[in-house]
């Protein structure tokens, strides 16, 4: 309604708003960077965070590398047919995953699943104010929660997505030579001799940085939440979104950065 | 002990606490009373540094709780939360003996667990509670884990946010006295903050009635039947009639 009478109004509080969450997510990424060079360090608190988000993702990881690396295998054939290049199936397959298909799906994946996981454990624990009660017990949340969870994300998500890249290339090795005559033999050839190292290391870089929007913004979001189950449920939203979408920006920064020369 | 001076905290356009003065010796244990909304967790979380007030001075022997070394400020506090607020991923005695696990409390495990059994024992829980989950208890249980990891450390000054809030009257009871007894055995200064009478009449020296933000009466609980105050005499008396208002 106010979008209709006063639609100046309305847009510049919404710039505002943007301009504000933007300043307070950027303030919170600065103190969890300044905490993470800081002692105490919470190493039970990391492990079981590398296990929550490193090891339990890797299921979700593979099996979306799997069927996504046959998918692009039968599309590159098909869109290869029409100019006689169906050759390069091994090669595209190989440079789509590791460059964008793994590390981008594979943050997206994990969004979705610790993302929201995190938001949902922070915030529940701000809505029953066990929050305070670490405060009250000469705990900063901040270096107990936080920073373990930032940490891990950012260290296995570049695993996970070395895996992931194995198994979507294995998939669409798999899909070449059972439904597309490849041979076994030259599909692993040309697979391995278009790849360049820069190829798998930029993969992984993006990896890493997607693992700390990931965990960032679950706590970020966590640490906000409203009251309630309402405040607890939207916190969760909103880290799977803006994790989602700015991992979908700095995807296109960091590939304007890597590959624009 | 503690000094409370003119305390002012706004959220927003809601002014919550609008000039709150209070003290508190060592070894008095004060009980905050006032209807819901009107300030008195706030004014709690205040004092801890949770919340930071926007004007007025809060001093804990004369040193402003807003500078010095948190840590330090903090080891000196236990507190038990409205809902016990006890970490559910972690077993009663991890709870219990959060404080002995990690920073500069630090004690071996077994020295830790064996303190935290004590201190179970203590508020009237048996060793086996220790390895169970939060989530396994009745909420009688969880204010008394709750309780015992506020004391867990031996702080200085212990506050007791709603302690009897979703208790049937007998448990209710058994957490005022406890509360008394541990009170008076560790020498602590208490501040709880309740709107349950017979919490007030178990656990108080001394009395204080917040409302709209600022403390309406004050004084020794042997003197709150017989205060001519309205704000207190309708409070005690849990008539919708008198000067505050039954709909805030």
């Not at chain 1, 800081?38 to 090891?55: D, K």
């Not at chain 1, 899909?175 to 490849?182: D, I, M, S």
């Not at chain 2, 309780?147 to 506050?159: C, G, K, S, W």
């Not at chain 2, 656990?203 to 105050?229: F, S």
Request: aromatic content about 6%; overall charge neutral; charged content about 15%.
């Amino acid at each position: 309604m106010t979008l209709i009478t006063h639609p100046l109004g309305a847009i510049g509080r919404a710039t505002l708003a943007m301009l504000a969450l933007i300043g307070r997510i950027a303030i919170f990424v600065g103190q969890t960077c300044a905490h993470m060079v800081r002692p105490p360090f919470y190493l039970r608190e990391f492990g079981t965070a590398l296990i929550q988000i490193g090891w339990l993702s890797l299921p979700v990881v593979g099996l979306t590398a799997l069927f996504t690396g046959g998918a692009l295998a039968l599309q590159i054939y098909a869109g290869g047919s029409r100019f006689n290049a169906e050759a390069v199936v091994p090669s595209i397959v190989a440079i789509g995953i590791v460059r964008e298909l793994g590390p981008v799906l594979g943050g997206l994946m994990v969004a979705g699943r610790v993302s929201a996981a995190i938001a949902a454990e922070i915030g529940t624990m701000k809505v029953t104010e066990q929050i305070d009660a670490l405060t009250t017990l000469s705990t900063d949340p901040m270096k107990y929660l936080t920073v373990p969870r930032v940490l891990a994300a950012t260290l296995s998500l570049p695993v996970l997505v070395a895996v992931g890249d194995v198994i979507g290339i294995f998939g669409g090795f798999l899909v070449g030579t059972t439904r597309l005559g490849f041979n076994p033999v030259t599909y692993l050839e040309n697979t391995v001799d278009f790849l360049e190292v820069w190829d798998v290391t930029s993969g992984l870089i993006k990896g890493a940085v997607f693992g700390f929007i990931v965990a960032s913004m679950g706590c970020y979001h966590g640490m906000n939440s409203g009251k309630g189950a309402r405040g607890v449920g939207q916190a969760t939203t909103n880290a799977v979104v803006s994790a989602s979408i700015m991992i979908l920006a700095a995807n296109y920064l960091l590939t304007g950065i890597f590959f624009t020369t | 002990m503690i000094e409370m001076r003119d305390v002012h905290k706004s959220f927003g356009a809601k002014r919550v606490l609008q000039g709150v003065g209070l003290s508190i010796a060592r070894g008095e244990s004060l009980v905050i009373i006032g209807g819901s909304g009107t300030g008195k967790s706030v004014l709690l979380k205040c004092i801890l540094g949770l919340i930071r007030h926007d004007s007025g001075s809060i001093t804990l022997e004369g040193q402003d709780v807003t500078t010095g070394d948190r840590d330090v400020f903090l080891a000196r506090f236990g507190m038990l939360f409205q809902g016990g607020a006890l970490f559910d991923s972690m077993t009663v005695w991890q709870n219990v003996a959060f404080r002995l696990l990690c920073g500069s409390l630090k004690r071996p495990k077994a020295e830790a667990r064996e303190i935290a059994i004590e201190k179970l024992r203590r508020v009237g829980l048996t060793p086996d509670v220790a390895d169970l989950f939060p989530a396994e208890l009745s909420g009688g249980m969880q204010k008394r884990v709750g309780l015992a990891r506020a004391i867990a450390a031996e702080p200085d000054v212990i506050f007791f946010d709603e302690p009897t809030t979703g208790l049937d009257p007998i448990m209710s009871g058994v957490i005022n006295a406890l509360i008394r007894e541990i009170v008076v055995e560790m020498g602590a200064t208490a501040m709880t903050i309740t709107h349950d009478m017979s919490s007030v009449r178990a656990i108080a020296d001394r009395v204080a009635m917040l409302h709209d933000g600022v403390v309406k009466w004050e004084g020794p609980v042997a003197e709150m039947d017989t205060a001519p105050d309205p704000y207190l005499r309708q409070f005690i008396s849990g008539s919708a009639h008198g000067p505050i208002a039954a709909v805030r």
